[in-house]
């Protein structure tokens, strides 16, 4: 009976140590993904924290936050305000019209991998529906003091992050009306669009190659969640590792696990064909890699300290419609509203970065592949994905460039009025409202965690050790097979024993304790009015 309860044990934990790749081991006690308490002195060393001098050769990572000068914990703290006024912003006339070429071809491959279902597809809006005002402009007008490079359909200039449209071709869309959720496009189409964007635009950074700690890549996970990758003297080889690269990758996965939260929060069930949340598949994408969940916050802030350094611009622009001055009064009160929240929360520190000797030549590898993560969007087969695919690589692209590539003059809004295009704005707001929605999903998936019995927690766990199962095959592709941690795991126990049995019993514990702690819900308790009903 004993005998067999252990071995449940052992087995779960090595399966959900394969599904996790890792990031659940050995939890120390500075994530605050651990310890939802706020602790004043994992407070403090965050924000009495001096930037790295050094970029490239800064090897020690000084803390789960690093780039990010802001607690987790503050974010937390007004999400749902931030989350309220976003919501209401984004169906401003101003910020719903978007305009987007969905028809252009696929540079990489044959568009072969359509979604033709109804819930992939989108319906335009007609040119007149638009006010005059918010049709995008030509090209020809779009005024910038740097070279435009044109290409079919689109172009950037050289402080762009992202493809623009032209805008010659493109369709509009009412935002508003296109709700970012589950749609059924998956399999190979999609995987192929991902791994796309991992292996060949990630500078080589991967969640996967983690796990070949010979080899690490270069990029470290939060130090909390390394131990698995030392080697036996307990140091990680981060000789290659780089600030800027580590930066690109969390965006880039943070992006991804933001989509699928979204997946997941707005979910159908196909038994009674109504919508949802789903905590199944919040447990298997997201709980079992707190990382993502990280990156998620990693990428609010991000956005906040765009939206932040933007704010003077922001609040001269016309967002008025018609001549109706009321809807622009009730555009900018909401607005000024999360400005107000991005100059104190979004505390990110973009100084730190792109400092080094090779600083400029970075930079453009940077944004050399990250516009090119925008054009792989036109190979995403899904029309309403593949929408919301270019608002928000645009949207993040936008608050890269306001980050890195302006400075206070350049952003002065009487100086340069012209420095944003009304889509640009458009994408910025939508990103950041996207990535709010996230964090304020990642609180219901709480809830709902919170209302589960222990069979049912543990009936989760199984079934996302289930789904993963598939994954741990090398037919999927070698790169998404967690090789190496069964290799690490075999070495352990074909050396020792003992060490074998702790192991393994650590990491089930670390791994219950992960699910734990990613569920436990926040400092501030929700409301007597909550619902989760959608
Ligand atoms: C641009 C784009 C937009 C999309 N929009 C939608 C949409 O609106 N609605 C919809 O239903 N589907 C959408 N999809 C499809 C969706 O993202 C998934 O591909 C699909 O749901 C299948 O999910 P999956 O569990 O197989 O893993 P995927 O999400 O496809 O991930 C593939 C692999 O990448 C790794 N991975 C997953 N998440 C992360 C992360 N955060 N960081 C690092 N690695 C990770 C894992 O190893 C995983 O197996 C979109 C896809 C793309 C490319
Ligand atoms: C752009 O992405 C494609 C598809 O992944 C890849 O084949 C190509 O090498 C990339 N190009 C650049 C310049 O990064
Ligand atoms: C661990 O330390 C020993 C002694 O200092 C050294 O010989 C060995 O190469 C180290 N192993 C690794 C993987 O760095």
């Known amino acids: 009976m004993q005998g067999n309860t252990l071995c449940r044990a052992l087995r ?56 990010t000068l802001c607690d987790y914990e503050t974010v937390e703290s007004v999400t749902d305000q931030l989350y309220a006024d976003l919501h209401e912003l984004v169906s401003k006339p101003f910020f719903k019209y978007f305009q987007a070429d969905l028809y252009r071809e696929c540079p990489f491959w044959p568009d072969d991998g359509q979604c033709n279902q109804a819930s992939c597809s989108i319906t335009s809006l007609d040119e007149s529906d ?5 049709r995008a402009k030509v090209l020809s007008q779009v005024s910038s003091v740097n070279e435009v490079h044109k290409l079919p359909g689109c172009y950037y200039r050289d402080t762009d992050f992202c493809y623009l449209d032209d805008d010659t071709e493109g369709e509009y869309y009412d935002l508003s009306q296109i709700p970012e959720r589950y749609t059924g496009y998956s399999g190979e189409d999609a995987r192929r669009i991902w791994r796309a964007i991992y292996e060949e635009n990630c500078f080589g950074v991967s969640e996967l190659n983690l796990m070949k700690s010979k080899n690490p890549a270069p990029v470290t996970l939060p130090d909390t969640m390394t131990d698995p990758f030392k080697d036996e003297n307990g140091s990680i080889d981060e000789s290659e ?5 580590k930066v690109y990758y969390k965006i880039i996965s943070g992006l991804h696990a933001s989509i699928s939260t979204h997946i997941c929060y707005e979910s159908l069930n196909k038994e009674t064909g109504e919508w949802g949340p789903d905590l199944q598949c919040y447990v298997n994408r997201i709980a079992s890699h707190p990382e993502r969940l990280q990156y998620i916050y990693f990428n609010t802030v991000l956005m906040l300290r765009a939206v932040a350094r933007l704010g003077p611009y922001l609040e001269a622009y016309d967002y008025c419609a018609f001549s109706n001055a009321e809807d622009d009064e009730d555009t900018l009160t909401k607005l000024n509203g999360v400005i107000s929240t991005a100059q104190t929360v979004g505390r990110f520190d973009e100084t730190v970065l792109f400092r080094g000797e090779n600083a400029n030549i970075l930079k453009e590898e940077f944004k050399s592949h990250f516009r090119n993560v925008t054009r792989i969007m036109d190979c995403t087969g899904c029309d309403k994905c593949r929408l919301w695919g270019k608002v928000q690589t645009m949207g993040v692209a936008t608050a890269m ?14 100086a340069n009025a012209g420095l944003l295009t009304r889509q640009e704005v458009v994408a910025l707001i939508n990103t950041l409202h996207r990535f709010a929605e996230s964090l304020y999903a990642t609180n219901v998936f709480r809830e709902l965690w919170q209302r589960t019995d222990e069979d049912e927690s543990e009936k989760l766990i199984s079934e996302a050790e ?17 090789g ?19 192991y393994i019993a650590g990491v089930w ?17 929700q409301g007597p009015g909550f619902s989760t009903e959608l």
Request: glycine fraction near 6%.
């Open 241 to 245: 590792q780089c600030l800027e690269k």
């Open 130 to 134: 638009v006010p005059e005002k918010f």
């Open 12 to 67: 779960l934990a090595l399966a959900f140590q394969a599904l996790s790749l890792g990031a659940c081991s050995s939890l120390g006690s500075d994530s605050f993904l651990t310890d939802n308490l706020v602790r004043k002195d994992q407070v403090q060393s965050v924000l009495e924290r001096q930037p790295a001098q050094e970029i490239c050769e800064n090897s020690v990572p000084t803390g789960p936050i690093e780039t």
């Open 466 to 482: 289930r789904a993963a199962k598939p994954r741990a095959s090398p037919a999927v592709g070698s790169r998404f097979a967690p």
């Open 484 to 502: 190496g941690l069964w290799a690490h795991i075999f070495r352990i126990c074909r050396e020792s024993t003992m060490d074998c049995a702790g």
């Open 509 to 525: 514990r670390d791994a219950v304790r992960t699910m734990q702690s990613v569920f436990a819900p926040g400092a501030k308790k």
């Open 401 to 414: 460039k306001i980050l890195f590539e302006l400075d206070e003059t350049a952003l002065n809004p009487n």
